[in-house]
């Protein structure tokens, strides 16, 4: 689902197998260290888009987006080709991006965290791609970037204490990605709070109250909230039925989204089809969602 909610797209392209020939690699981008993101909502519910406000923002962190892209889309060409020059492409943007610290600046507002979180997601992911054509030199600098990434997420959120609703499953999924690849407890063991605090918020239906409160957009931000989830529990190796209930409540909305209209009192922006990330909660999952054939290129939530 492209649905114009979501500030950034490309860290899907870290999690599902994408089409394309082999890439061919350019010098890293300039590095972004500060960003200057808007919100573009203009109701209390956070369900009605100013497409003004929207393009802003979109061409705010157009030179974040692209650079994840970038590095998501070598790490992927790796992953499925074997091409040691992709790999080797990716690792060159990380450790560019890294040696100069790199969005460690000044974030602006609260959608310039947002923007850093998933960006971080999408690098820690893609950098599981390519961590072992990694030389020591690129481990160290990329690591420790992540880390200091990691760090900042951390900081912010727990300096926010508040509503925890998909803004909070995003960022531990950040932080537990980059735990994985440093292979530090307390980045996997944050994860895993934010994961438990999750569950319990999950309702008997599967539903996430906070994400019913999105009037039109309930069903696309129940999606969006349970792919967080769903991928943290792949990484942690877990089984929780709260996982399941969410993700299945979610996916029937996209058949039939009565129930979450119910919800939320309000006719619901149906996605075209069940989203990419489900074929990694399949991976992982018990009883697999019978969701048919997935779109081979959709990385969207």
């Known amino acids: 689902m492209r649905g114009p909610a979501f500030a950034n797209q490309a860290i899907f392209l870290s999690l599902v ?3 394309g020939g082999a ?8 590095p972004v260290f500060d960003i200057d993101a808007n919100r573009y909502y203009t109701d209390a519910r956070s369900s009605v888009i ?6 802003r923002n979109e061409a705010a962190v157009r030179p974040v987006n692209d650079y994840l892209e970038f590095v998501a889309r070598a790490a992927d060409g790796w992953q499925r080709r074997g091409d040691g020059a992709e790999a080797r492409c990716a690792l060159d943007w990380l450790d560019a991006w890294a040696r100069q610290g790199a969005l ?5 507002t609260n959608q310039s965290y947002y923007t850093r979180k998933w960006t971080l997601g ?3 992911l893609s950098y599981a791609r390519v961590q072992a054509q990694a030389t020591p030199a690129q481990r160290q ?3 420790n970037w992540l880390r200091a990434l990691a760090d900042l997420t951390i900081a912010h959120s727990d300096a926010h204490k508040g509503v925890r609703n998909n803004h909070y499953y995003w960022e ?11 292979r530090e407890a307390r980045y996997l063991a944050w994860g895993r709070k934010v994961f438990d605090d999750a569950m319990l918020q999950v309702q008997a239906d599967g539903s996430l109250p906070l994400e019913m409160a999105r009037a039109s957009k309930a069903l696309h931000y129940q999606l969006y909230a349970a792919a967080p989830l769903a991928m943290i529990a792949s990484i942690l190796d877990v089984q929780h039925s709260g996982v399941d209930r969410l993700v299945r409540f979610a996916v029937d909305g996209v058949g039939d989204p009565g129930p979450i209209e119910r919800l939320a009192g309000a006719a619901q922006e149906r996605p075209p089809r069940v989203p990419g990330w489900i074929a990694i909660y399949n991976r992982h999952a018990v009883r697999p969602l019978p ?7 959709n990385w969207d939530a």
């Open 17 to 19: 197998l994408l089409h």
């Open 122 to 124: 999408g690098l820690a």
């Open 104 to 108: 460690l600046g000044k974030m602006s």
């Open 141 to 143: 600098s990329i690591e």
């Open 172 to 182: 531990g999924l950040a932080v537990t990605a980059t735990g994985a690849v440093t």
């Open 23 to 30: 890439l061919a690699c350019a010098p890293p981008a300039a």
């Open 50 to 55: 100013d497409p003004v406000l929207k393009a």
């Open 291 to 297: 969701t048919g054939a997935l779109p081979e290129n």
